[in-house]
Nanobody
Framework: QVQLVESGGGLVQTGGSLRLSCAAS????????MNWYRQAPGKQRELVATINSVGSTNYADSVKGRFTISRDNAKNTVYLQMNSLKPEDTAVYYC?????????WGQGTQVTVSS
C-alpha cells in the first residue's frame, strides 16, 4: 500500500522560499522516480520537477533555476526547495510516482505567494 504524505506549504511573499516534503511509505522508495506537480485553480496540473532513482533531475522551464528537487532515500522523502518564489507559483503542489503503471498522489499542499 503506497502512501505519499506532503507537508511544507504555506504563505510567503514574492522572493521568499519554501521547502516541500513528501514522505513515502509502502514502496521501495529508492527505485522510484518521484515527481512534483502543481495545479492552480482553473488550470491543468503541470509537472514541475522529477528525480529518478539515480538522482537525475528535470524541471519545467518556468521553475528552472529557482526550484530544486532532491531525495533522501534513508528517510523515504522527496523534497522540493523553492526559491525566488513568484505569484505565478501559487498552486496546490502534489508529489507523485508511477508504480506498476499506477499513479500515486499525495494529498497536496497549498503554496501561496503574495504579490
Amino acid at each position: 500500500q503506497v502512501q505519499l504524505v506532503e507537508s511544507g506549504g504555506g504563505l510567503v511573499q514574492t522572493g521568499g522560499s519554501l521547502r516541500l516534503s513528501c514522505a513515502a511509505s509502502g514502496t521501495i522508495f529508492s527505485i522510484n522516480t518521484m515527481n512534483w506537480y502543481r495545479q492552480a485553480p482553473g488550470k491543468q496540473r503541470e509537472l514541475v520537477a522529477t528525480i529518478n532513482s539515480v538522482g537525475s533531475t528535470n524541471y519545467a522551464d518556468s521553475v528552472k533555476g529557482r526550484f530544486t528537487i532532491s531525495r533522501d532515500n534513508a528517510k523515504n522523502t522527496v523534497y522540493l526547495q523553492m526559491n525566488s518564489l513568484k505569484p505565478e507559483d501559487t498552486a496546490v503542489y502534489y508529489c507523485h510516482s508511477l508504480i506498476r503503471y499506477y499513479n500515486y498522489w499525495g494529498q497536496g499542499t497549498q503554496v501561496t505567494v503574495s504579490s
